[in-house]
């Protein structure tokens, strides 16, 4: 437990971008989701109080608001859900419904939802983040309400996004939705993003689509770990760097997937797993912060390969999960 509160304490320093913009910034939902996964499994209430004092500001403003602006597309939906059930209290629901109806209102190329067209540069562009994003929090609202209109309605985004950035097993970063092109690169965090947008999707709603892509996916990342237990930034590209969240992203979608039940077991994924911990684990510093590659944009190679460095939510969430996923599985085998 004391490498997890170490993370989690790390994770707590972060100025999270709502503070300081009134915004909520990409990357930042895992991190509070993961938050309040130590806290049930530790017990330990402080990052839970973190989580809602953050997050419960933003939930009365969004529900008083006629509507939500764009930008609001990455709030912690499922962290909303998470806390709405665990306190009852409806500002939670409220806030999560009014995000909904910003989902809902998005308007769609192909049957895409485009999320950003009021963003001069990106207005024609998506991105494989909104796949742990979107679908996740629409089913599980569904589920919560009871109107199957919200699960539709993130299975046909999870359908339409996974097929727009598919690169066979693997998913590009972003592609445009008029000039129907994708990104140049296959990006490593990405596909941990998509890696847990299909889990946590299929964790709410089972979908036969969903289960053949977790599958062909993680199939293709076996053979993609280098010996340490890492990939590569670019994962089909072996001069590219070593990124540690790539460990701390598959090891926890992987270990969640597998104790949902939605990939077999086997020798093969227990070794993935165990490696890719020991290579996250290996690279955090004493302090409890995992060094990652900055939040980045789509762009051509150069743009991965020379990213610079720090610990972010984005690192220090898949990080933690990656950590009570193991923690709770080790529990499991010795009840």
């Known amino acids: ?3 997890m ?3 989690a304490t790390r994770a707590m320093d972060y100025p999270f971008k709502y503070r300081a913009t009134g915004a909520w910034g990409f990357g930042e939902d895992i991190c509070l989701r993961a938050l309040l996964e130590y806290a049930a499994l530790s017990g330990d209430d402080a990052p839970r109080l ?3 004092e953050l997050v419960r500001p933003w939930c009365v403003s969004a529900a008083l608001a006629s509507a939500l602006p764009n930008a609001d597309h990455v709030a912690p939906g499922v962290v909303l859900l998470d806390l709405y059930e665990a306190t009852g209290d409806e500002v939670y629901l409220a806030a999560a419904l009014k995000l909904g109806e910003l989902y809902r209102s998005f308007g769609e190329v192909d049957g895409i939802p485009v999320h950003r067209p009021d963003l001069a540069g990106l207005s ?3 991105w494989v983040d909104c796949i742990a994003l979107d679908a996740p929090f629409l089913a599980r609202l569904g589920d919560i309400t009871a109107d199957a209109s919200w ?3 993130g299975v046909r985004s999870l359908h339409a996004y996974t097929a727009a950035l598919a690169d066979g097993a693997l998913f590009r970063h972003g592609y445009d939705v008029v000039q129907k092109r994708r990104s140049p690169c296959v990006w490593g965090r990405g596909n941990g993003w998509a890696l847990h947008g299909l889990v946590d999707t299929l ?3 089972p979908d036969l689509r969903a289960s053949e892509l977790l599958a062909a996916q993680v199939a293709a990342l076996v053979g993609l770990q280098a010996t340490g237990g890492l990939w590569h930034t670019i994962l089909d590209d072996e001069d590219s760097p070593l990124e540690n969240s790539t460990a701390a992203f598959y090891a926890s979608g992987v270990r969640k997937a597998l104790r949902l039940g939605l990939l077999e077991e086997s020798a093969e994924l227990t070794a993935l797993v165990e490696r890719a911990t020991r290579a996250a684990v290996g690279a955090t510093g004493p302090d409890g912060g995992m060094p990652i590659s900055y939040a980045t944009p789509v762009g051509e190679r150069a743009t991965y ?4 460095t720090g610990v972010f939510p ?4 898949p990080l933690l999960l990656a950590l009570t996923e193991e923690q709770a599985a080790r529990q499991g085998a010795t009840a």
């Open 314 to 317: 984005w690192g220090q969430g």
């Open 124 to 126: 024609t562009l998506i």
């Open 50 to 52: 973190f989580v809602e």
């Open 305 to 308: 390969v020379n990213a610079p």
């Open 151 to 153: 699960t539709e309605l």
């Open 5 to 7: 509160r170490a993370v």
């Open 203 to 205: 964790e709410a709603e």
């Open 1 to 3: 437990m004391d490498l």
